[in-house]
T-cell receptor
């Protein structure tokens, strides 16, 4: 069964600190993996996309990694800001984009950044 | 910023009422979706469409219905709302040339009393 598991479920850090969120997946055939940021009461917004051949990608203070062998991805946030408080959702695509019915969502990690 | 809009943002109604959640996008995307999300839980696909006059049910069974008469418009209707329908409903669209990236609306939070 295709699954995406994220850890931790929630995380509280102090402003300015770094943190790393984890995503483990059992999805086949793998097409790509995206990290989304969802602010409270808003829709998710894509942060990064990782394909099979990529192992690191950065978007500002966000750096995503992918290990296709172990089927693990991480999202590292550097020098956290209060505006980073949100849920971060890992989404794995099980095909090559033909059917959106094959998008598998994780439950998300709820990050709270405190002053 | 995504050009996809949902109305209403918040709706509180009584049991048995008919409601329609509106979703419109101006990006010309063929694919549109409705997701349901409860607090702290993952998004569940309830309906999707690959184009005009195409609609399919998603992974999560839902008593709602959808229509796709125009490319830019994908409304969701509940004929008779019940408290179990209380949830956040998120509309999204995608471009066939960007596999996997969904552009989401702000969501419609429905409360049925």
């Amino acid at each position: 069964k295709n699954q995406v598991e994220q850890s931790p479920q929630s995380l509280i850090i102090l402003e300015g600190k770094n943190c790393t969120l984890q995503c483990n997946y059992t999805v086949s055939p793998f097409s790509n993996l995206r990290w989304y940021k969802q602010d409270t009461g808003r829709g998710p917004v894509s942060l990064t996309i990782m394909t099979f051949s990529e192992n690191t990608k950065s978007n500002g203070r966000y750096t995503a990694t992918l290990d296709a062998d172990t089927k693990q991805s991480s999202l590292h946030i550097t020098a956290s800001q209060l505006s980073d408080s949100a849920s971060y959702i890992c989404v794995v695509s099980a095909d090559h984009g033909g059917s959106q019915g094959n998008l598998i969502f994780g439950k998300g990690t709820k990050l709270s950044v405190k002053p | 910023e995504a050009d996809i809009y949902q109305t209403p943002r918040y709706l509180v109604i009584g049991t048995g009422k008919k409601i329609t959640l509106e979703c419109s996008q101006t990006m010309g995307h063929d694919k549109m979706y409705w997701y349901q999300q409860d607090p702290g839980m993952e998004l569940h696909l309830i309906h999707y469409s690959y184009g005009v006059n195409s609609t399919e049910k998603g992974d999560l069974s839902s008593e709602s219905t959808v229509s796709r008469i125009r490319t830019e418009h994908f409304p969701l209707t509940l004929e008779s709302a019940r408290p179990s329908h209380t949830s956040q409903y998120l509309c999204a669209s995608s471009d066939s040339w960007s596999p996997g990236e969904l552009f989401f609306g702000e969501g419609s939070r429905l409360t049925v009393l």
